[in-house]
């Protein structure tokens, strides 16, 4: 299942999140973001010409934590390390936590895909001796 550079790259989904910070007193920053088919994007200003956080689809184990409270929908991403993002977004953008799920739902299909695909072309290409058969149970 061989991708273009232009399937790979595709845009999901483009505009603002708001990211609770490390530090100490964990403020909320809005940030610019851009959800492709293999990556999400976060740049610190409007017109992304600042260096960008890309985080992998393949680093993002799920996503969780989704509440609705008064404007806002919060979410949490965890990644494979289990680092935990926190976002949010104005409810009327509500849609950015199902894009990442969706998007994450993709990706992690298309690997499946591939992964079977190329342990299918491995076992053909050595499948042993062609006149053992498993044994069958009575």
């Known amino acids: 299942m061989k991708m273009s550079a232009a399937e790979v790259s595709k845009v999901l989904k483009e505009g603002q999140l708001e990211k609770r910070s490390d530090n100490l007193f964990q403020l909320w920053r809005r ?43 919060y979410f949490t991403i965890v990644t494979t390390d289990n680092k935990e993002i926190d976002f949010r977004c104005s409810g009327d953008d509500s849609c950015w936590n199902a894009v990442i799920t969706m998007a994450l739902i993709d990706f992690q299909n298309r690997r499946a895909i591939r992964d079977f695909k190329t342990q299918q072309g491995t076992q053909i290409i050595s499948p042993g001796k062609p006149d053992e058969q498993p044994a069958k149970a009575p």
Do not use: A, H, P, W
């Open 31 to 73: 940030k610019m973001c851009v959800l492709t088919t293999d990556s999400l994007s976060i740049y610190d200003d409007n017109q992304k010409r600042s260096k960008s956080k890309e985080l992998k689809l393949q680093s993002i184990k799920k996503l969780d934590c989704v509440e609705r409270t008064g404007n806002f929908v």
